[in-house]
């Protein structure tokens, strides 16, 4: 049997803090300690070493070579290794982070902006949209029209 699961808790996983004092960060796992807990450290993010619960950690598909219990420095050259920071940087959950956090830094003046950004866009694709399905009605008329003037068309009760 397949499984459906393709990201696994395990040693050198990288996950990213979802709850808690370091929310928003991320941290790998250094060792599963039982089923409901893992110690992480994130020397890269500012995350100490610490015990934290599974259920404040999202699992990411990036993963680190190291040891079970690998100290500080160890990690920190197998994430220079891995070129962590960069892949990171790429994930999609991280750049929700990012866009999230510079939405709720924007000024009044910021979201005015954005806010007439978005009318004079979505303004212009709804534009675009009626146009095409101008189109579309006329053709369905012309073609109804047509069958019509041969006999095809069905009544209906």
Request: glycine content about 4%.
């Amino acid at each position: 049997m397949i499984s459906k699961f393709s990201l696994f808790v395990e040693i050198g996983r990288v996950v990213v803090i979802n709850y808690g004092e370091y929310i928003n960060k991320t941290a790998v796992i250094i060792d599963v300690l039982d089923q409901n807990r893992a110690l992480v450290a994130g020397p890269h993010s500012g995350v100490e070493r610490h015990i934290i619960n599974f259920k404040w950690i999202n699992l990411t598909p990036l993963k680190v070579n190291i040891q079970r219990g690998a100290r500080i420095n160890t990690l920190i050259a197998a994430i220079k290794a891995a070129d962590l920071e960069t892949k990171i940087a790429a994930l999609s959950a991280v750049k929700k982070i990012n866009a999230r956090a510079t939405k709720s830094n924007q000024t009044d003046f910021e979201r005015f902006k954005a806010n007439l950004i978005r009318r004079k866009l979505n303004k212009k694709v709804s534009g675009e949209v009626k146009k095409l399905v101008n189109i579309a009605n006329r053709a369905a008329h012309k073609k109804a029209v047509a069958q019509k003037a041969a006999g095809h068309v069905k009544k209906t009760l």
